[in-house]
C-alpha cells in the first residue's frame, strides 16, 4: 500500500510538519510525564485508526522502558489494573477529547476535574495540547493513508 500523498517530499506538507513538530516540543518539554504521553498518543491514536500513529508511538514508548504488559493493555485501559489514577486521568480525558462529535457535550466536567485532581495547570495545558496535536497526525496520516509497520524509534530525531 502507498500513502495518497508523499508528506515528506512535498514542500507545503513539510513546512506544516515542521511547525505543529514545533508545537510538540512544547509538550515533549513539559513536566507531563513522557510515559502519559506517549499512553496518550497511542490511546488517541487507537480510537482515530492511526495505524502508523499506533505503530510509531507504540515501537517509541517500548524503547524507552515502557512493558508489553502496558502497551497491549492501553486499549482496554478501564478494565487494567497497570494504570496510575493520574494515567486513567488523561487516559479518559483523552478519550473524551478525540471522541468530541461522538460525545454530546464533548468532554465532561467529571472528566475534567478528575484530569485536575492528578496534574498541575501546566501539565493540563501539555495534555490538552498533545490530545489536540495527535489527533492533527492522527488525520494526516488517515487521510492520506499512511502506511503502518515500517517506523524504527528515533527515525525522525
Known sequence: MDARLNLYGNSVATKFARYINSAGKVVSDSTLPAAT???VKIRASQINGCGYCTDMHTKDAAHAGESAQRLHLVAAWREAKVFTDAERAAL????QGTRIADAAGGVTDAA???????HDEDQLAALVSLIALINAYNRMNVIIQQPAGDYQP???G
Request: no cysteine.
Open 37 to 39: 504521553q506517549e499512553l
Open 154 to 156: 528515533g527515525q525522525f
Open 112 to 118: 475534567w476535574a478528575d484530569a485536575a485532581k492528578h
Open 92 to 95: 479518559e480525558l483523552t478519550e
